[in-house]
Nanobody, 122 residues
Framework: QVQLVEAGGGLVQVGGSVRLSCLAS????????VGWFRQPPGKERTFVAG???????KYGDSVKGRFTISRDNAKNTVYLQMNSLTPEDTAVYFC????????????????WGRGTQVTVSS
């Protein structure tokens, strides 16, 4: 079993930046594909970013060039650096992990956290 706990969310102004972190326990993350999803109020959960075991990354179209996923296996932590934020980025952000390859489907992930709220205010 893997437990994932997100942190770093909060209120940020338009154009600002925030870095989310996801601390894993129970297993080391170096054998997992990791990623982030988000769910805006009243909307579906969508793929944000993923990173495989070789360090290859994949991003959702709406965040390309603004968000960066990274991992520190020594700290068993995944990060999401979010820049140039807009109100459309307001959502609950979920950290996920799975075996095999990056998937853009939340249902295919084996582990996920409870999420952290990011609110972008103008």
């Amino acid at each position: 079993q893997v437990q994932l706990v997100e942190a770093g969310g909060g209120l940020v102004q338009v154009g600002g930046s925030v870095r989310l972190s996801c601390l894993a326990s129970g297993r080391t993350l170096d054998s997992f594909v990791v990623g982030w999803f988000r769910q805006p109020p009243g909307k579906e959960r969508t793929f944000v970013a993923g990173m495989d075991l070789r360090g290859s990354t994949k991003y959702g179209d709406s965040v390309k060039g603004r968000f960066t996923i990274s991992r520190d296996n020594a700290k068993n932590t995944v990060y999401l650096q979010m820049n140039s934020l807009t109100p459309e980025d307001t959502a609950v952000y979920f950290c996920v992990a799975r075996y095999n390859d990056i998937s853009t489907s939340f249902a295919l992930y084996h582990y996920w956290g409870r999420g952290t709220q990011v609110t972008v205010s103008s």
